[in-house]
């Protein structure tokens, strides 16, 4: 495998693995998420020789109406099944974190597929174990992870 490079990507570029990862029973088209094009979403893809193999978008989201303020919201990560196994999830992950907790956000999370607990617990998520349906997409846990240089203070 040849060097992986995380770059922030436009929202056009995430729909392809939107779609063929995560979506699969749906057009590419109906892949847009609200809020893709707002100034406060960011997208990043991993790239190997210049072909987009994996994504994830933080958005400026909190989980419900009593989340403190401060959070983001990881979506739409995803990474092409054949580059699996390798670390460029991970990759994908720190590079978003990294962004996210250099810009003061004060802690992230994301409604995660049962199947991927694992990889976020080894990521330093916290896992809320109570089992959720999203509709056409499958079973979820809600995850999250504080930023570990700006904790919520007062709280």
């Known amino acids: 495998m040849s060097l992986i490079v995380v770059k922030k990507i436009s929202p056009a570029d995430t729909l392809f693995i939107r ?4 979506r699969s029973k749906l057009a590419v088209n109906e892949c847009v998420f609200p809020g893709d094009n707002l100034p ?3 997208h990043f893809g991993a790239f190997e020789q210049n072909q987009i193999i994996g994504i994830v978008s933080l958005f400026q989201q909190l989980p419900n109406d009593s989340s403190p303020i401060g959070g983001m919201q990881i979506r739409a990560m995803a990474t092409l099944k054949e580059y699996r196994g390798k670390g460029i999830g991970r ?3 720190e590079n978003a974190e990294l962004f996210a907790f250099e810009h003061g956000v004060k802690y992230l999370w994301a409604n995660a597929r049962v ?9 330093g ?3 809320n174990e109570n089992v959720f349906n999203i509709e056409g997409v499958g ?4 995850i999250h992870k504080n930023n570990p240089i700006t904790c919520f ?3």
Do not use: D, N, W
């Not at 079973?139 to 809600?142: A, D, E």
């Open 19 to 22: 779609q063929k990862v995560l």
């Open 40 to 42: 406060t979403t960011h």
């Open 91 to 93: 990759q994908l992950l």
């Open 115 to 123: 199947s991927a607990k694992e990889f976020y617990r080894k990521a």
């Open 125 to 127: 998520y916290s896992i």
């Open 139 to 142: 079973m979820h846990v809600l």
């Open 153 to 155: 203070e007062g709280e």
